[in-house]
């Protein structure tokens, strides 16, 4: 499969194959899970996955932005290989092992900030947040925390608490953490405040000492503010500059810790090794997951050593850390330090470049944005109005896929395009060939 760059579809979508899993599916599984497209993945290599049909589809999902060296990669897959063979797990809460020190020390060294730095690993992103709520309010002995509308921090109870992206994932489980302030998000392109871009930023920001310490809750009580440096389920919205800095200012005023979610947006996806790095921020802590191990079970915080000093048994993982985890986070922290989030970059700005007359060019496209390899284009019903246009952003996706192209949404109705970080140009042109003809066929017919 390895030569296959481009799709080859031999069946109707879904095949029988598919179409028999699907329907055991529908028995067995819960039905909590989205389902974008009847996808049934058998075998994936580079930006490529095959279903169980024989189907090849050009992958622009990437497992939710986690396969950032592709799928399979012959490194990673040698690493998880070769530890497999040797230790499968030892649980860091209990022993000490070689390469929890070794994944944690190469963290250390590109997370932005001077002075030391301690690492705690959890088994996905939502954990890592999950800690991260319990470091800020051990260290600070604070309880309350603030978060952002639109943002998506993970689905179980501390997360989700921070979480406020769609109305369905909180519905039926509270009560949830108290204490948690929810602010408006700086989308530019839909100002809560209606100001023009260059000062809506700083305005999103000011709010929270204009407002929120005055009148909901004083700065002493508030032990940390949870940022997404690029909203991912929000929509793929990048924050302005001008307000991370702002909003770095204001927490330092005030003692109060910045934890920056790079889950869907760090590990070189922009570009740079965190989507912060833009901004020139430094996060008192950073979580970190999806494409940190290629596709194995992993997160982490990294944090100021002077923060995390709880003690023994104040948190810990009995998987978190894991061995064969950990060795295809090594490979994937090698083949991202040696090209792919200078690939990122590259391409990124081949695909910004193509898209930049988008919305002067096809009148449902209303916004573009996003760095390196995290774009976001959001679909409306008319320019003037920015109706969302959901189903048309549902209708794209579902074409897309019946074309061969696997995409996701995000937010209300945008599309987010999210390849594995070994992607080409060739194939990011063919990418937005595909949705571009997508496009087309619709306005023809509104």
Known sequence: M??????????????????????????????????????????????????????V??????????????????????????????????????????????????LASVTPGAGPKRVFYTNSGTEAVEAAIKLARHA???DKLVAFL?????????????????????????????????????????????????SCGIECARVLEREIFKKLADPEDIAAVFIEPIQGEGGYVPAPVEFLQE?????RKHGILLVVDEVQSG???????????????EPDILCVAKGIASGMPLGAIVARAELMRWPPGAHASTFGGNPVCLAAALATFALLEGGLIENARRVGEHIFARLADWPQRHRIVGDVRGRGLMV?????????????????RDEIVDRAFRKGLL??????????????????????????????TCISELERNL
């Not at 590990?267 to 921020?281: L, V």
Request: hydrophobic share 35%; charged share 20%.
């Open 407 to 436: 995409l996701l949404g995000a937010g209300e109705s945008s599309l987010r395009l999210c390849p594995p970080l070994v992607v080409d140009t060739e194939q990011a042109d063919f990418a937005l060939d595909t949705i571009e």
């Open 150 to 198: 639109g943002c998506f921090h993970g689905r179980t109870m501390g997360s989700l608490s921070l979480t406020a992206s769609k109305s369905v994932q909180r519905k039926g489980f509270g009560p949830l953490l108290p204490g948690v302030i929810h602010l408006p998000y700086p989308y530019c392109y839909r100002c809560p405040y209606n100001l023009e871009p260059k």
């Open 57 to 106: 589809f050009l992958d622009f999902a990437a497992g939710i932005a986690v396969v950032a060296t592709g799928h399979c990669h012959p490194r990673v897959v040698q690493a998880i290989q070769k530890q497999a063979a040797e230790l499968i797990h030892m649980s860091g809460t209990d022993f000490y092992y070689t390469h929890m020190v070794e994944f944690a020390q190469k």
């Open 2 to 55: 390895a030569e296959i760059r481009f799709p080859q579809l031999k069946t109707d979508l879904p095949g029988p194959k598919a179409r028999q899993i699907i329907q055991l599916d529908d028995q067995m599984i819960s039905p909590s899970y989205t389902r974008a497209y009847p996808l049934v993945a058998s075998r994936g290599y580079g930006a490529m996955v095959e279903d169980v049909d024989g189907n």
């Open 376 to 392: 976001g284009i959001e679909l409306v019903r008319d320019q003037k109005t920015k109706e969302p246009a959901q189903d048309l």
């Open 267 to 281: 590990m070189g996806r922009t570009g740079r090794w965190w989507a912060c790095e833009h901004a020139g921020i």
């Open 247 to 251: 909003l770095q200012r204001l927490c």
């Open 140 to 142: 600070t002995r604070r």
